[in-house]
T-cell receptor, first 114, second 115 residues
Framework: AQSVTQPDIHITVSEGASLELRCNYS??????LFWYVQSPGQGLQLLLK??????LVQGIKGFEAEFKRSQSSFNLRKPSVHWSDAAEYFC????????????FGRGTSLIVHP | GAGVSQSPSNKVTEKGKDVELRCDPI?????LYWYRQSLGQGLEFLIY????????KSGLPSDRFSAERTGGSVSTLTIQRTQQEDSAVYLC?????????????FGPGTRLTVL
């Protein structure tokens, strides 16, 4: 079975600073990987996903993530954070050819200081 | 088009009462998921419906929890004899399920408070 770890519970950045949110997974082969964002009182929205091809994935709202097989990681990045990016971010991993039920990490809360 | 909708948005109940939570998925989506999100926790998978197949109930925490999906569309999650530890946000998601990398579309959730 697959698993996913988000090591950081909270991350605080200043507006305009760069951002990297960490995600590590455990799976025996190349997994499907997702990043979702949850704004307060809202459901989750997909930012980006990786399932094959180019390991650098571009998403919405200026986010990108890079799949690194050697590090079992799929870290989310943004070059310049906006105050509206303050939210909860979830990494998820799915198993190709297996269950269609992705496993979600515990989330990282992003706080943005003006 | 319309997204995933859930009702009610908030539900306050007394311990021991039964509650029903409703999810309307995106039209045409064959897959439907229920998750539970407790304060400060990630998403806990509860149950998965795919088309006419038998649902995957492996995430249901106890036999007090059940769910059904009528006509391959609307789903209802029922919690019997609610306990305080059932207090959480219950999220529903649907997807087109053409492959395991499908995007899940989430509803806004139902916040359940058990007094």
């Amino acid at each position: 079975a697959q698993s996913v770890t988000q090591p950081d519970i909270h991350i605080t950045v200043s507006e305009g600073a760069s951002l990297e949110l960490r995600c590590n997974y455990s799976y025996g082969a190349t997994p499907y990987l997702f990043w979702y964002v949850q704004s307060p009182g809202q459901g989750l929205q997909l930012l980006l996903k990786y399932f094959s091809g180019d390991t650098l994935v571009q998403g919405i709202k200026g986010f990108e993530a890079e799949f690194k097989r050697s590090q079992s990681s799929f870290n989310l990045r943004k070059p310049s954070v906006h105050w509206s990016d303050a939210a909860e971010y979830f990494c998820a991993v799915g198993a190709p050819g297996g269950s269609y039920i992705p496993t979600f990490g515990r989330g990282t809360s992003l706080i943005v200081h003006p | 088009g319309a997204g995933v909708s859930q009702s009610p948005s908030n539900k306050v109940t007394e311990k021991g009462k039964d509650v029903e939570l409703r999810c309307d998925p995106i039209s045409g989506h064959t897959a439907l998921y229920w998750y539970r999100q407790s304060l400060g926790q990630g998403l806990e998978f509860l149950i998965y419906f795919q088309g006419n197949s038998a649902p995957d109930k492996s995430g249901l925490p106890s036999d007090r929890f059940s769910a059904e999906r009528t006509g391959g569309s609307v789903s209802t999650l029922t919690i019997q004899r609610t306990q305080q530890e059932d207090s959480a946000v219950y999220l529903c998601a649907s997807s087109s399920q053409t492959g395991g990398h499908d995007t899940q579309y989430f509803g806004p959730g139902t916040r359940l408070t058990v007094l």
